[in-house]
């Protein structure tokens, strides 16, 4: 069974850094797409935040988030983590990691096929 599970979300004000942490089990292939997304309040659309993968030679950050957020994998501890740097009040949002088979895109390596959850974190922004 694959199980993930986020932890690290909480509130903050605006400038400020949390750091996500995702400890997942029960997905050994070696092929494989790891990355954060999150679903805004109100929004029905889960964005991609940053995905690596098994098979890309770099790692892939949308642009409203590129230089303030860095992914990073503890291989050792099957932990994935966030840093987020610099937060803002549209940071807020309910965050997940998600895991599965990498998707190529035409151009890249991407996230487009993760069907495993977590259940979600909380990061809420005060202005």
């Known amino acids: 069974e694959v199980q993930l599970m986020e932890s690290g979300g909480g509130l903050v004000q605006t400038g400020e850094s949390l750091r996500l942490s995702c400890a997942y089990s029960g997905f050994t292939s070696e092929d494989y797409a790891i990355g954060w997304f999150r679903q805004a309040p109100g929004s029905n659309r889960r964005e991609e935040l940053s995905?690596?993968?098994?098979?890309?030679?770099?790692?892939y950050y949308t642009p409203s988030v590129a230089g303030r957020f860095a992914i990073s994998s503890d291989n050792a501890e099957d932990t994935l983590h966030l840093q987020l740097n610099d937060l803002q009040p549209e940071d807020t949002a309910v965050y997940y990691c998600?895991?599965?088979?990498?998707?190529?895109?035409?151009?890249?390596?991407?996230?487009?096929?993760?069907?495993?959850w977590g259940q979600g974190t909380q990061v809420s922004v005060s202005s």
């Open positions: 995905c690596m993968t098994s098979r890309a030679g770099r790692t």
């Open positions: 998600g895991k599965g088979r990498p998707v190529w895109d035409g151009s890249a390596w991407t996230c487009k096929g993760v069907h495993f």
